[in-house]
């Protein structure tokens, strides 16, 4: 069996990755791991806490390194843990975190919004729906059982 990419799946995997190394590179530039910036990033975008079960599904990372990450945020004062309910732990930001993150993740936030703000609201939503269209597919195909084809 012998399958073949076409040159637009190979144009977009390269561009999704080329956009996840500048993402890595900003984060390097931070100081940061890419674990961390990403649960920083999760963080912020919740208002400066957010749960733990939320930062997994969110990102999509392991929970064993997302945990690894959280304990080097945690040794490093940029955040803290509160017990919610039972096993439910919530991810706080601490001064010393909010001042990590005006450095960082403030700083992504605005990158971000320059970047969209360079295209129309026509060219967003397309590219947005495109995005979500794609993942929807793909989470379809994902659950479908393998065939030969």
Do not use: W
């Not at 990419?5 to 390097?28: C, G, P, T």
């Amino acid at each position: 069996m012998k399958y073949v990419l076409s040159d637009k799946i190979r144009r977009l995997n390269k561009l999704m990755n080329e956009i996840d190394n500048l993402y890595h590179q900003f984060a390097v530039k931070s100081g940061l791991s890419d674990s961390a910036i990403i649960i920083l990033y999760s963080i912020c975008e919740n208002g400066g806490r957010c749960d733990l079960s939320s930062i997994y599904k969110q990102t999509g990372i392991s929970k064993q390194t997302i945990n690894s990450a959280i304990r080097k945020l945690e040794n490093d004062g940029i955040i803290y843990l509160e017990n919610k309910n039972g096993r439910e732990k919530t991810v706080v930001l601490t001064e010393k975190g909010e001042t990590s993150a005006a450095k960082s993740v403030f700083m992504l936030f605005g990158i971000e919004n320059e970047i969209l703000s360079e295209f129309s609201e026509q060219e967003v939503d397309a590219n947005i729906e495109f995005n979500q269209r794609y993942a929807n597919l793909f989470r379809k195909k994902l659950k479908e059982p393998e065939t030969d084809k």
